[in-house]
């Protein structure tokens, strides 16, 4: 770290829109590489970064003074190297990089008190709906302190309503000090007794974490079978050593189990990270990361941008998830970048999950990652029985989807007091709105996308760009009246089968859009897992780490759903999501059925999910891939083009495809361009090129130089997508 005296030259990074450092004088008092400060840029002021020395070559006259140094940790050189390798990875300019490294308000606020709010004792004298939401908002977030700024928009009430409710005891004000430390975890606290197979799964990773150089561990288990047990002892092994460990979870849903676990384990709550923070406490954990104040973090994908004084692990949970990969602003995978940061700083990683990506499974087999598998589900929960059901036996009326053999199988659960899933990857209703009169289908204004009724808000909702609108009464293309009809099952459409069916049962919707807040999902999940429910009907959601002890069955409604994708991770998602949602099924004492509802039972991976054989599916779905050439075995990029003017986005489109010198060189090829899966969102036409290359090839270099030679109208906007997840 250097340091330059006051009127020295540095080379500051910004988070504005600028390709590259600008030279100011260093302050009165100087400033070391890493100081967060304050710049003048023309009129305003912006927060940056002194990244290095300045560049000189300017008249030292016009050259201005950084205003001041923020009064905030500098950052390490090691936040800088990951930053920028990861900015070249992703060929991301680096002030959108800094941007994701400072997501905290107030960064340089100096520390002093504030005035906090929080929930008291008192009774008010008077009920109104806004002091109940006052009320409610408190009491959802638990213990936790407002600013009075926050406490107002949250409840969505003016501060005069919150400032009523502190005269009456309600709500307690008080002065705190900002941006304490965190409680201490104990390491010690609460451990379990391991069983064997855990301890031998532990014992290697622990050693690993102990010995403060980077490696990777693939941590493989069945759902239950006490992955995350195993990797809290690997947690505690880096509280120990007194460095500081990161855990992410795919949903924010799931945290609110977690931390308690967490709590019971270690004798306090860690720090939170994630969109449902307040800002306050998000200033905290930034600050706390930096200061040492915070030795574990639970967060979304984000907070592997926290600037961690000393990180010594990084768990990546249920890794195979595909929110970890951002797929707005800077396109990146949350599980390549924690390799990432982890081999810059000598941290270790883990990736758990129950069905890895094709990705870790490939370097798991040669020999980058270490593998520890877990075989046993804990205790006497055993893995389900899978069978398929095979549709073009079964009779059914139009409009239906419970097939005679599934409903029996129903049945049964009911009688014996044991709960089923029905499980259907559709929000909403229906997936398609159809006049009958002409035909039509009601369609997305702003998108090349239709809209899907979700009749639980009485609308239809474009599931691209979030538009919704009341169901018209009358046809929008022929006006005929009382013509239009829903087609296909979505959530809600078969929790009213289910209804009619099962006319006895308590039927519990497991959507994500249901419901206001995730800790109003978070409380009926644990309502449902009690056994307030006798048929549970779910999306996505409940194939995601939730526990249903009572459950025995699961019904898969369409388990070819995700076979007919163009996406060419189609059989590996199919693959991972029948086996959670499946995983589901008899995770206490007694056994569980899996029954996937299929018209193509003979598929390969159908076939695979029925026999269980993992190794068989990854190796048939490797070797696939490897005759293709594309990811794993070769890399790809996509590149998006998107511009309200058609023909602008397939001019350049064209353009780009025939000047592939750069692309050339490498050997790699070029497809395209193409209208997008998805061709046109928000009103914005979408033209798609595909960049593929072998696998050692140089592509973010070649990609980087092919792009500039082109230059674009600002109406046009281009996304690269380094090894792209999905197509659309
Ligand atoms: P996974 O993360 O693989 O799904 P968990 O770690 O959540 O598995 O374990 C499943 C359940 O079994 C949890 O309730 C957990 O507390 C319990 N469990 C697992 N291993 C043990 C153990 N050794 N002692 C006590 N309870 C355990
Ligand atoms: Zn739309």
């Given at each position: 770290m250097s340091f330059f005296d006051e009127g020295a030259l540095v080379g500051v990074l910004t988070t504005?829109?600028?390709?590259r450092l600008l030279d100011y004088k260093a302050p009165e008092g100087g400033c070391h590489t890493g100081a967060f400060v304050e710049v003048p840029l023309g009129p305003r002021k912006v927060l940056g970064v002194v990244w290095d020395k300045g560049q000189g070559g300017y008249d030292p006259a016009k050259v201005r003074s950084v205003i001041r140094v923020l009064d905030a940790p500098p950052m390490r050189q090691e936040m800088q190297a990951f930053l920028t390798r990861a900015a070249e990875y992703t060929i991301t300019p680096m002030p959108a990089m800094l941007r994701l490294a400072t997501r905290s308000p107030g960064l340089g606020d100096p520390p002093s008190m504030r005035r906090v709010y929080r929930a008291g004792q008192g009774e008010p004298d008077r009920h109104t709906a806004a002091r109940a939401r006052v009320m409610d908002t408190l009491a959802e977030y638990g213990g936790l302190a407002f600013t009075l700024g926050e406490l107002a928009e949250l409840a969505g009430v003016s501060t005069s309503v919150v400032k009523g409710l502190v005269k009456q005891g309600v709500v307690a004000e008080e002065d705190s000090p900002r941006d304490l430390p965190f409680p201490v975890l104990d390491p010690g606290h609460g451990g379990v007794d391991l069983t064997p197979e855990q301890q031998a799964a532990a014992d290697p990773i622990r050693a690993a974490v102990a010995s403060g150089d980077y490696g990777t561990t693939l941590l493989k288990g069945v759902t239950g079978s006490g992955k995350t047990e195993v990797y809290l002892e690997a947690v505690a092994e880096c509280l120990a050593k007194g460095r500081q460990a990161l855990v992410l979870l795919p949903e924010i849903a799931l945290t609110a189990e977690f931390l308690t676990r967490v709590e019971k384990r270690f004798g306090a709550r860690p720090a939170e990270w994630h969109s449902g923070v307040t800002m306050t406490e998000r200033r905290r954990t930034w600050k706390m990361t930096a200061e040492g104040g915070a030795s574990l973090v639970v967060g979304a994908r984000s907070a592997l941008f926290l600037p961690y004084r000393d990180l010594g692990l990084v768990v990546v949970d249920e890794e195979h998830d595909t929110s970890y990969k951002q797929e707005d602003g800077v396109f990146y995978n949350a599980r390549d970048m924690a390799v990432l940061r982890a081999s810059i700083c000598g941290a270790h990683v883990i990736l758990a999950s129950a069905t890895p990506s094709l990705e870790s499974w490939a370097n798991a087999e040669a020999g980058k990652y270490s593998r520890v598998t877990l075989a046993a589900r804990f205790g006497a929960a055993q893995m389900p029985d899978m069978r398929a059901i095979d549709m073009r036996d079964e009779t059914l009326p139009s409009s239906r989807w419970i097939s005679p053999s599934l409903q029996r199988a129903v049945t049964q659960r009911l009688e014996r007091a044991e709960q089923s899933l029905l499980f259907i990857n559709r929000r909403g209703y229906a997936p398609i709105t159809l006049c009958r009169a002409c035909g039509h289908q009601i369609g997305c204004e702003n998108c090349d996308a239709r809209m899907v009724e979700h009749r639980f808000l009485k609308r239809l909702v474009c599931h691209q760009c979030g538009e919704t609108k009341p169901m018209p009464e009358?046809?929008?293309?022929?006006?005929?009246?009382?013509?239009l009809a829903p087609v296909g099952p979505g959530v809600e459409r078969l929790a009213e089968e289910t209804a009619a069916l099962f006319p006895e049962a308590r039927i519990a919707v497991l959507s994500?859009?249901?419901?206001?807040s995730a800790r109003a999902l978070k409380e009926h999940i644990l309502k449902i897992a009690e056994g307030q429910a006798d048929i549970i009907i779910g999306t996505q959601l409940v194939a995601k780490g939730h526990n249903f002890p009572l459950l025995t069955l699961v019904g898969v409604i369409d388990a070819d759903l995700g076979l007919q994708g163009s996406d060419l991770r189609a059989a590996e998602r199919t693959f991972q999501l029948m086996r959670q949602v499946a995983g589901r099924a008899g995770r206490a004492e007694k056994t569980g059925t899996a029954l996937l509802q299929t018209y193509?039972?003979?598929h390969p991976v159908i076939r695979a999910i029925l026999s269980g054989d993992e190794d068989g599916f990854w190796r048939a779905e490797a070797a696939e891939r490897q005759h293709a050439g594309v990811p794993p075995y070769g890399r790809m990029a996509g590149i998006v083009l998107s511009s309200p003017n058609v023909q602008e986005v397939f001019d350049l489109g064209t353009r780009m495809a025939r000047k592939d010198g750069p692309l050339r060189q490498i050997g790699a090829q070029v497809f395209g361009p193409a209208p997008a899966p998805i061709a046109r969102i928000r009103g914005r036409h979408r033209v798609r090129l595909l960049v593929k290359a072998d696998k050692g090839a140089p592509v973010q270099d070649a990609v980087s130089r092919w792009i500039a030679q082109f230059k674009w109208p600002a109406t046009l906007r281009v996304s690269i997508d380094i090894d792209p997840q999905s197509f659309y």
């Open positions: 504005q829109p600028l390709d009358a046809c929008p293309s022929c006006e005929a009246k009382d013509r994500s859009d249901l419901y206001g193509q039972p003979d």
